[in-house]
């Protein structure tokens, strides 16, 4: 077992409402809405309602009658489809309906429901009620998406991360649309169009999908400098992580926390995952890309019906009103992190998802997040780009159901009640029965009432909040003009295995531009943040490395940002793949029982199915696991079927599982001396266990980032670690 353990040591560290009468849940009575503890503890039961089971019925049409809809209503055997045919149409009709406009942005996601847990009584910072008492529930929907592809695209594209947050609390819903990496590419949201055309594929050919690594995409990075911050994380670990469950996520922009009496502090929300961080090697992304497009997406879902809830302890960075500006930037910048070194973190409570959807269009597809759905106790700051996206997402949610009773939808639907008056609109669900449908009024006793800060916990605005000026379009600010100083605190913190990977990412990216001029432009930026990165880049483009450009170089680290540095926290979820012949699979019986109980599945594979036989050689590849043991009766040259074996069994096939695990920086292991044959060379993340004992080296344990460092100098990942080989 000492193996396994080491084995399993090293993966830690590599990549590696009830349903009632009523929609809003509750029974009956102004007094039962009015009763806050009425909201479900699970955002799915209250979907319970409107789940339809349709086992043991019969088939009807939209309005209910039985019916019958194999075969169309023909004029005779041979003749043509009738007019009359109610029933052909209204199949056809709500086919050719089916969609809808896909996200302008972060169109391809997966999400899950869950419950966020208060660790305390968090009132003397904040009114909102979620967080005003210890242990107290609410339920969540949250989705994780990439920016830039399409609905179809690749999981395992390098992209940013959408990590976006609903809670539906007791007093409204509070969304958090965040990312995985902690700034943004710009200062204004009225960029948001230029940089999404410029990152989105060429409009004449529509290549390349979900990718960065063309033209227009470097062509505004390298003319708009405040996009390089985000994009050396995107290029780092954070670009390319191993599941949804391994990455953090942040609110990016500085918020308010109002406390009840109106007193006021700026925040900096983050989530940290208690999966611990781990991304892929760029080589093993771009295989997932073909090979399992759907990799982060099955991760999630997997895990949460095997009951491996994934975590994050949400948190907040708290500064004073009056510290604005200490800081040497910006707060209302998004461009810039505050290091945890200067504001650590307080943590408030626990995100825990639980449960999947049960249908991906209804919860996944219809959720319609907004910056603006927000609630009493947290404001908002000035920062432009947040200002720009209270505006647009309610834009954008018009756009995608095509009128304004998309919150009426029941995964977008509070789990409170609403009174308001807004009416009619395209699909109402409700049947209003005030016929006072204005404020003030006599004729309705005045309701619904004004709810502000003194009356009815209602939502209000900071009172401490103050603007003045000129009216103003272009201000050149020193405090936001730094966008070079941070990209370079970020790149110091790295560990020189994920710097590597950094600098090959850049150098894929732009070797891959065919304008000279864009990627001159992108060098000359490139070198403001390091002259390390410009020379290595510069080799990867054939052109001469410049000279440095050091104003704003410093060799100044922060904690929180490398992917690699920490070992996982948690290893349920894994899988291992035990490389075994038919016959004598059940050898690992013991073994997968041991693994199991750390939440890790051995996965079995041989020549063909039987007992105790999870996968084929065939449908079996490095990218399906974690990590990987060789069984110490496999056949002994890795190149031929063992004599008993089919004749499905490919030539070579668990050689060529075993040695691209190995690239792609996995641990591998050994229950007998076949290394020898694998040409694998004996080092970091390479185990041996046989008669003469087992074997690993000094530099294992529990920190696996170094067989990163070993993935990283492997030529065949495109760079080495001096930088010399491309
Ligand atoms: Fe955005 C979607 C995150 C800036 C306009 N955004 C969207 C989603 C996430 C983010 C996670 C997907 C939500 C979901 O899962 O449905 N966006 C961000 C972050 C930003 C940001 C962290 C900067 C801090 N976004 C941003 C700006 C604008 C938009 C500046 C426009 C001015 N974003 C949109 C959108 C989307 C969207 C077009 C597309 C689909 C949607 O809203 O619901 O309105």
């Given at each position: 077992m000492a193996l396994l353990r080491s084995l399993l040591f090293a993966i830690a560290g590599v990549n590696t409402v009830l349903a009632t009468s009523c929609p809003f849940g509750h029974t009956s009575g102004d007094d039962v809405h009015n009763d806050r503890r009425a909201v479900p503890q699970n955002s799915n039961d209250f979907l319970d309602q409107y789940t339809i089971n349709s086992t043991d019925k019969f088939l009807t049409s939209d309005v209910g009658g039985p019916i019958e809809d194999q075969d169309s209503l023909t004029a005779g055997e041979r003749g043509p489809t009738l007019l009359e045919d109610f029933i052909f149409r209204q199949k056809i009709t709500h086919f050719d309906h089916e969609r809808v406009p896909e996200r302008a942005v972060h169109a391809r996601g997966a999400g899950a429901h869950g419950v966020f847990e208060s660790y305390g009584d968090w009132s003397n910072i904040t009114a909102a009620s979620f967080l005003g008492a210890p242990g107290k529930k609410t339920p969540m929907f949250v989705r994780f998406s990439t920016v830039a592809g399409s609905r179809g695209s690749a999981d395992t594209a390098r992209d940013v991360h959408g990590f976006a947050l609903r809670f539906y609390t007791d007093e409204g819903n509070f969304d958090m649309v965040g990312n995985n990496i902690p700034v943004f590419f710009i200062q204004d949201a009225i960029l948001f169009p230029d940089l999404i055309h410029a990152?989105?594929?060429?409009?004449?050919?529509?290549?390349?999908?979900?990718?960065?690594?063309?033209?227009?995409?470097?062509?505004?990075?390298?003319?708009?400098?405040?996009?390089?911050?985000?994009?050396?994380?995107?290029?780092?670990?954070?670009?390319i992580v191993r599941s949804y469950r391994h990455m953090d996520g942040f609110g990016v922009h500085t918020f308010r926390f109002v406390t009840n009496d109106g007193k006021s502090k700026l925040v900096k929300f983050s989530w940290k995952t208690l999966q611990g961080k781990a991304g892929l090697v760029w080589e093993e992304a771009q295989a997932l890309a073909g090979k399992n497009a759907d990799y982060h997406r099955e991760d999630l879902f997997e895990s949460i019906e095997k009951g491996y809830y994934p975590q994050w302890e949400f948190g907040v960075q708290i500064m004073n009103e009056e510290d604005q500006f200490k800081f040497g930037f910006d707060l209302l910048d998004p461009t810039k992190i505050v290091p945890e070194e200067l504001v650590p973190i307080t943590k408030l409570g626990k995100i825990t998802l639980n449960q999947n959807p049960r249908n991906y269009f209804a919860e996944t597809e219809q959720v319609m997040f907004q910056p603006a759905h927000i609630v009493r106790g947290i404001d908002f700051s000035d920062d432009p780009l947040l200002q720009g996206r209270v505006f647009s997402y309610l834009d954008t949610q018009l756009n995608r159901h095509g009128g304004p009773n998309f919150e009426q939808l029941p995964i977008n639907m509070p789990r409170v009640p609403i009174h308001n008056n807004n009416r009619d609109g395209q699909a109402q669900m409700f049947v209003h029965a005030n016929k006072a449908a204005y404020s003030p009024n006599t004729l309705n006793g005045g309701s619904p009432k004004q709810a502000n800060q003194q009356t009815g916990r209602g939502f209000f605005t900071a009172p401490q909040r103050s603007v003045s000026g000129n009216l103003v379009r272009s201000v050149a600010s020193t405090l936001k003009s730094d966008y070079w100083s941070q990209p370079r605190l970020f790149f110091n913190s790295l560990l020189p295995a994920e710097k590597q990977f950094l600098i090959n990412a850049i150098r894929f990216e732009t070797s891959k531009l065919k304008s000279a001029t864009v990627k001159k432009n992108a060098l000359a930026q490139l070198n403001k943040i390091s002259n390390e990165v410009a020379t290595q880049v510069a080799k990867a483009l054939g052109v001469a490395a410049p000279a440095p450009d050091p104003k704003f170089y410093h060799n100044n680290k922060t904690k929180g940002v490398s992917t690699f540095s920490n070992e996982l926290l948690s290893l349920k979820g894994l899988k291992i793949g035990y490389l075994s012949t038919a016959g004598t699979a059940s050898t690992a019986t013991s073994i997968k029982s041991s693994l199991a109980k750390e939440g890790v599945q051995l996965v079995v594979v041989a020549e063909h199915l039987a007992d105790g036989v999870d996968m084929t050689y065939s449908a079996a590849d490095a990218t399906s696991f974690d990590g990987v043991i060789v069984a110490a009766n496999i056949d002994s040259t890795f190149s031929g079927a063992p004599s008993n074996a089919s004749s499905l069994y490919p030539l070579a096939r668990p050689l060529q599982i075993l040695q691209e695990s190995y690239r792609y920086g996995k641990p591998v292991g050994f229950l007998g001396e076949k290394i020898r044959d694998a040409n694998i060379p004996f080092g970091p993340g390479v185990y041996v266990s046989s008669s003469s004992g087992s074997r690993k080296t000094e530099e294992d344990g529990k920190k696996g980032y170094k067989f990163l460092r070993r993935a990283a100098t492997n030529s065949t990942m495109g760079g080495s670690a001096n930088g010399t080989a491309q």
């Open positions: 990152v989105k594929p060429s409009p004449d050919s529509e290549i390349p999908q979900a990718a960065t690594a063309h033209d227009s995409a470097w062509d505004f990075f390298s003319q708009q400098p405040s996009t390089l911050h985000t994009l050396f994380w995107a290029m780092a670990g954070q670009g």
